[in-house]
């Protein structure tokens, strides 16, 4: 970024306003990139500790934290601050969270009944769509507590 940023100033500087405009949208698609990964990060650790509890068919309050950090993280990186909505509407919020599935699985294998189960096993003890939609629930209820404060 510090190198688009000095281009950027050159092209300013030289009257480039092309090259400037270029930079600027260039500029914006590494944030909003950033941003994405940042949702989808949070998307996994809340999908492992939600396939965790489907499994468990329990909770415990450290899943919960998790999940509440999640959620808080989610909501907050998604909202753009200065326009207003969301980086990723709900229908691209469903995407990711199915984006996120294999991974988290995958971890939630690793940590589960101290890794004895694979991830095969374990994706045919869950209802993958359930869990999405209640994972989804959960982000926009969070968001529309974001959005109101």
Do not use: C
């Not at 949070?42 to 919960?64: F, N, P, Y």
């Not at 989610?74 to 601050?81: D, G, S, V």
């Amino acid at each position: 970024m510090r190198d688009e940023i000095h281009a950027l100033r050159q092209a300013m500087e030289a009257g480039d306003s092309p090259q400037a405009l270029g930079l600027i949208d260039a500029m914006d698609e590494m944030s909003r990139d950033d941003k994405v990964n940042k949702i989808i990060s949070s998307m996994r650790v809340l999908r492992i500790h939600l396939i965790q509890q489907a499994v468990d068919k329990r909770s415990t309050r450290s899943w919960e934290d998790a999940i509440e950090a999640s959620l808080d993280s989610l909501a907050a990186t998604n909202k753009r601050r200065r326009s207003g909505g969301y980086y990723l509407d709900d229908e691209a919020l469903a995407g990711a969270l199915t984006e996120a599935w294999p991974r988290a699985l995958r971890r939630a294998s690793r940590e589960a009944f101290a890794g004895s189960d694979s991830a095969e096993h374990l994706a045919t003890q869950i209802d993958r769509e359930a869990r999405r939609e209640t994972a989804l629930r959960q982000i926009t209820a969070r968001q529309g507590t974001i959005s109101s404060t």
